[in-house]
């Protein structure tokens, strides 16, 4: 298995907390990736980078921002929550012809 | 814009039995590769298979296979011999230009006994 570990697996906060999740990979790809997954929606992009400190936005970016300041961390936040970022997080590794790899995924809940 | 889509938002089959998943998708790139993940109640992303848009040959990985074809930009995953352990979501994912993955809704498939 590819070694990706997403902290913390689960967390409730409170609507207007800033909240970070982070994504730390053991594999050195070069590509990463934050994901959310709803019920209906399949997973969309948030965010994703191609290199340290190299970001781009995916399709629902609004109210999230990344950082990337080593090969192995990809750190989500969320500045102030909304119970519309309620929802399962993934982050994901790949490499230039590869498939993308998971983590285990972390469910968020903003009450 | 890439696009997928899995028109089939649950799916059901016997044990044993073969059953067939549609995925459409769209892009302009010539070079590109398609994925069919599936997701286990334990929520784990699993690859089943994968195919290079380059290569005229449809994938196979044990009872899984796809049915790809490039002008129509269709994408189906067959499952044969149906077990319980089947019973996941499966998505259909794109990977074309960027290295972003753009994947489609999902289809919940459910295995009866």
């Known amino acids: 298995d590819a070694g990706i570990t997403q902290s913390p697996r689960h967390k409730v906060t409170e609507t207007g907390t800033p909240v970070t999740l982070r994504c730390h990979q053991t594999e050195n790809h070069r590509y990463m990736y934050w994901y959310r997954q709803d019920p209906g929606h399949g997973l969309r992009l948030i965010h994703y980078?191609?290199?340290?400190?190299?970001?781009d936005k995916g399709e629902v970016s609004d109210g999230y921002s990344v950082s990337r300041s080593k090969t192995e961390d990809f750190l989500l936040t969320l500045e102030s929550a909304t119970s519309s970022q309620t929802s399962v997080y993934f982050c994901?590794?790949?490499?230039?012809?590869?498939?993308?790899?998971f983590g285990q995924g972390t469910r968020l809940t903003v009450v | 814009a890439q696009t997928v889509t899995q028109s089939q938002p649950e799916m059901s089959v016997q044990e044993a039995e073969t059953v067939t998943l549609s995925c459409t998708y769209d892009t302009s790139e010539s070079d590109y590769y398609l994925f069919w993940y599936k997701q286990p109640p334990s929520r784990q992303m699993i690859l089943v298979i994968r195919?290079?848009?380059?290569?005229?040959q449809n994938a196979t990985e044990n009872r899984f296979s796809v049915n790809f074809q490039k002008a129509a930009k269709s994408f189906s995953l067959k499952i044969s011999d149906s077990q319980l352990g089947d019973a996941a979501m499966y998505f259909c994912?794109?990977?074309?230009?960027?290295?972003?993955?753009?994947f489609g809704t999902g289809t919940r498939l459910k295995v009866l006994a």
């Open positions: 195919q290079e848009a380059y290569k005229q």
């Open positions: 994912a794109l990977r074309a230009g960027t290295y972003k993955y753009i």
């Open positions: 980078s191609y290199g340290v400190k190299d970001t």
């Open positions: 994901a590794i790949s490499e230039e012809s590869s498939e993308a790899f």
